[in-house]
């Protein structure tokens, strides 16, 4: 087994909604900034995919107050940063058996190319069937959608899961944007969705090797809940 601890930062391509190509759209920056912040603090190296490779658009509303909060912040004004957003690496380049956990990031933008991309659900079944963590926040969980098992069935079938919920997207004012209701979709494919009590707090699920988060608020939570899970696997198989 490799010895380097490494996880993937998954992001995305799409720079707008296809629903209205004027309205700009792409990764919520702090869901990105939060969770590396936690993976680096613990020491994992961090690889940033795409599905299609090269650059990952960033989401205007997240660079906005209060949404651009420090670490944000930070990583805009860090150009070393700023440049692994821009050469973002292809599933293709990544060898799932040197990966311990893959993160989906969000921003609405996702919805539209990471549940296509076959090279994301390779390395997600990859990851999952070896033993790793899979692990989503926000409109991430769009990168389960089509994810399945070598034996066919959903990765998500009768798992505890969360991210954004229909709700926030109507508070958010974008329900007439979307291209689909995720949270519904993961409902049709078996999973039992839950969501938090207040639209927008933090909020995490965790079945087994399958972390995930409702929204932007909760990408450090779901990062720490990540490492809790991949320290447990360390700590009864101490070979990983």
Known sequence: MHTTRRILQVVTNVDAYESDPKHATGLWLSELTHSYEVFEQAGFEQ???SPRG???P??????????????AKAWLNDP??????EHTKNPDEVDAADVDAIFFTGGHAVMYDFPGSEGLQQLTRDIYEQGGVVAAVCHGYCGLLETTLSDGTP????RSITGFSWREEVLAGVAKLVPYN?????KDLGANYSKGLVPFASYTQVDGRLVTGQNPGSAKATAKKTLE?????????PNR
């Not at 990765?155 to 009768?158: F, Q």
């Not at 995720?182 to 993961?186: A, C, G, I, L, Y």
């Not at 899970?229 to 198989?237: F, R």
Request: net charge positive; hydrophobic share 45%.
């Open 182 to 186: 995720v949270e519904q979709r993961m």
């Open 229 to 237: 899970v991949l320290h447990t696997l360390t700590t009864t198989s």
């Open 54 to 56: 090269g650059k990952s």
């Open 80 to 85: 070393t940063r700023m440049a692994l957003l």
């Open 155 to 158: 990765l998500v079938k009768d």
């Open 58 to 71: 960033l989401e205007p509303r997240s660079l906005k107050f209060p949404n651009l909060d420090a670490s």
């Open 47 to 49: 690889i940033i995919v």
